[in-house]
Nanobody, 115 residues
Framework: QVQLVESGGGLVQPGGSLRLSCAAS????????MGWYRQAPGKQRELVAT???????DYGDSVKGRFTISRDNAKNMVYLQMNDLKPDDTAVYYC?????????WGQGTQVTVSS
């Protein structure tokens, strides 16, 4: 059974940092493109960052220069380091694994940026 479990969300002040983690099981992790997406209330889910099997990365325009995605294939983990957080970053953050036509999603973790 495939499971993606996010952790690390919470409440942070503007300008602060958080590190999200996603633990994967039930897949050959190293063969999956991993990504982080987010969905704010009343908005569509949007791309935050992706990392390929050879560690190539891509970021949504709104997070470039502030967020960093990384993976540890030995631990079946993907991370999202978020710096200089802004109120507009408030959302539920989801981990996704993709290989060919197979997509798997985690349950999400809430990030709230507020003073």
């Amino acid at each position: 059974q495939v499971q993606l479990v996010e952790s690390g969300g919470g409440l942070v002040q503007p300008g602060g940092s958080l590190r999200l983690s996603c633990a994967a099981s039930g897949i050959v992790f190293s063969t999956y493109i991993m990504g982080w997406y987010r969905q704010a209330p009343g908005k569509q889910r949007e791309l935050v960052a992706t990392i390929t099997t050879d560690d190539s990365t891509d970021y949504g325009d709104s997070v470039k220069g502030r967020f960093t995605i990384s993976r540890d294939n030995a631990k079946n983990m993907v991370y999202l380091q978020m710096n200089d957080l802004k109120p507009d970053d408030t959302a539920v953050y989801y981990c996704k694994g993709r290989r060919f036509v197979s997509d798997y999603w985690g349950q999400g973790t809430q990030v709230t940026v507020s003073s």
